[in-house]
């Protein structure tokens, strides 16, 4: 097959490639700007992504593209350096056209890659990958000392923008980037044809207010996640606690709502059994783990939410002292005051 056996072919997969990722980037940019205006509308992106299946189609359709795009590199590389053999050493001046960028494109992919990698585990690991592993909060990634919902990318920005390594590690990975796409998004074109002296000349200074405005706003953005996040904006501020605190309610009536169901299915399958008896059963042996979510769910309720309030949640204390009552009496009838249960 041409795109594997010729330099050419592999040349225009490296272009295809690159071209799918720098709209992806360029996608990213525009995302993250949406946290900087409107944090919950961000926060509602994030809702609407997360482990949906055409999220996990894009996901592995753009991982596919990175690791195409990293072996062709290689591929390449290797190539070109093996078709030069010893004569690359001999050389002692480059020419002044030959660009840093061109020279050195593989080092400034390997930094990005390690900035990629940085990236993923203080997001895409937290938040679409724990929501495909688990669903329980007991399981979540904190944030202040309380679980943060995989949904909620800003308490991951809080998380990860409050060390002071972090928007180091980003600029430095934004500035490898800048030279990586900068010099990758001209050679695309110049890989498929477009090689024209007028026309190079266009596309590298296309390249260059493209890649510019991109990589500045990436800056920037690092900078006020940073300021904000060190201020403790995305945990205090009233309308994103509200959001965090609509989750928490979500999980609270699915937690009572199974406990009641399963509760009058017994009842219901009793068929003149002593309903005491039933009820005593279903109470002693799903009581405690609805105990225990509740807990949970409360706990990180009024951790992360101080000034917020969910009527679901509200609902759900209420239920569990009543259902810890009822568990004492039936634990321990002569100890316990009158049953809760109505």
Same mark, same amino acid.
């Given at each position: 097959?041409? %795109?594997? *056996?010729?330099?050419?072919?592999?040349?225009?997969?490296?272009?295809?490639?690159?071209?799918?990722? =720098?709209?992806?980037?360029?996608? !990213?940019? %525009?995302?993250?700007? =949406?946290?900087?205006?409107?944090?919950?509308?961000?926060?509602?992106? /994030?809702?609407?992504?997360?482990?949906?299946?055409?999220?996990?189609?894009?996901?592995?359709?753009?991982?596919?593209?990175?690791?195409? !795009?990293?072996?062709?590199?290689?591929?390449?590389?290797?190539?070109?350096?093996? &078709?030069?053999? !010893?004569?690359?050493?001999?050389?002692?001046?480059?020419?002044?056209?030959?660009?840093?960028?061109?020279?050195?494109?593989?080092?400034?992919? @390997?930094?990005?890659?390690?900035?990629?990698?940085? $990236?993923?585990?203080?997001?895409?690991?937290?938040?679409?990958?724990?929501?495909?592993?688990?669903?329980?909060?007991?399981?979540?990634?904190?944030?202040?000392?309380?679980? &943060? *919902?995989?949904?909620?990318?800003? %308490?991951?920005?809080?998380?990860?923008?409050? $060390?002071?390594?972090?928007?180091?590690?980003? @600029?430095?990975?934004?500035?490898?980037?800048?030279?990586?796409?900068? $010099?990758?998004?001209?050679?695309?074109?110049?890989?498929?044809?477009?090689? +024209?002296? !007028?026309?190079?000349?266009?596309?590298? /200074?296309?390249?260059?207010?493209?890649?510019?405005?991109?990589?500045?706003?990436?800056?920037?953005?690092?900078? =006020?996640?940073?300021?904000? &996040?060190?201020?403790?904006?995305?945990?205090?501020?009233?309308?994103?606690?509200?959001?965090?605190?609509?989750?928490? +309610?979500?999980?609270?009536?699915?937690?009572? *709502?199974?406990?009641?169901?399963?509760?009058?299915?017994? @009842?219901?399958?009793?068929?003149?059994?002593?309903?005491?008896?039933?009820?005593?059963?279903?109470?002693?042996?799903? +009581?405690?783990?609805?105990?225990?979510?509740?807990?949970?769910?409360?706990?990180?309720?009024?951790?992360?939410?101080?000034?917020?309030?969910?009527? $679901?949640?509200?609902?759900?204390?209420?239920?569990?002292?009543?259902?810890?009552?009822?568990?004492?009496?039936?634990?321990?009838?002569?100890?316990? *005051?009158?049953?809760?249960?109505?």
């Amino acid at each position: 097959m041409w %795109l594997t *056996s010729s330099s050419i072919g592999r040349k225009l997969v490296m272009a295809i490639t690159g071209a799918c990722l =720098v709209l992806f980037v360029t996608f !990213h940019v %525009l995302m993250n700007s =949406v946290a900087i205006l409107w944090p919950a509308a961000y926060n509602d992106i /994030c809702l609407f992504l997360g482990a949906n299946w055409y999220a996990l189609i894009a996901s592995a359709g753009l991982a596919a593209l990175f690791i195409l !795009h990293i072996i062709y590199a290689l591929w390449l590389t290797m190539q070109n350096r093996k &078709a030069r053999g !010893h004569a690359r050493y001999a050389v002692t001046t480059r020419p002044p056209q030959v660009e840093w960028s061109s020279k050195n494109m593989l080092v400034l992919g @390997i930094v990005v890659l390690a900035f990629l990698g940085v $990236h993923l585990i203080q997001f895409w690991a937290k938040m679409q990958l724990q929501e495909l592993v688990g669903h329980n909060p007991t399981s979540w990634y904190t944030v202040n000392g309380a679980a &943060a *919902s995989p949904a909620m990318g800003t %308490l991951f920005i809080q998380e990860a923008f409050s $060390h002071w390594y972090t928007p180091v590690i980003y @600029i430095i990975g934004f500035v490898a980037l800048w030279f990586h796409m900068n $010099h990758g998004v001209w050679s695309m074109f110049q890989s498929t044809g477009w090689n +024209g002296k !007028h026309w190079l000349e266009r596309l590298k /200074c296309i390249a260059l207010w493209w890649t510019s405005i991109v990589i500045a706003l990436f800056i920037v953005q690092a900078v =006020v996640f940073t300021v904000q &996040a060190n201020g403790n904006h995305y945990t205090s501020d009233v309308q994103l606690q509200e959001q965090y605190a609509e989750e928490w +309610g979500a999980k609270a009536e699915t937690v009572l *709502s199974d406990f009641n169901k399963e509760y009058a299915s017994a @009842i219901q399958k009793a068929e003149g059994a002593n309903q005491q008896d039933v009820a005593k059963e279903v109470f002693l042996s799903k +009581g405690p783990k609805f105990i225990e979510d509740a807990n949970v769910i409360i706990d990180n309720y009024k951790k992360q939410c101080p000034d917020a309030f969910n009527e $679901h949640v509200m609902q759900l204390e209420q239920s569990k002292d009543i259902i810890e009552r009822q568990m004492q009496f039936f634990s321990n009838p002569a100890a316990a *005051s009158q049953p809760a249960l109505n």
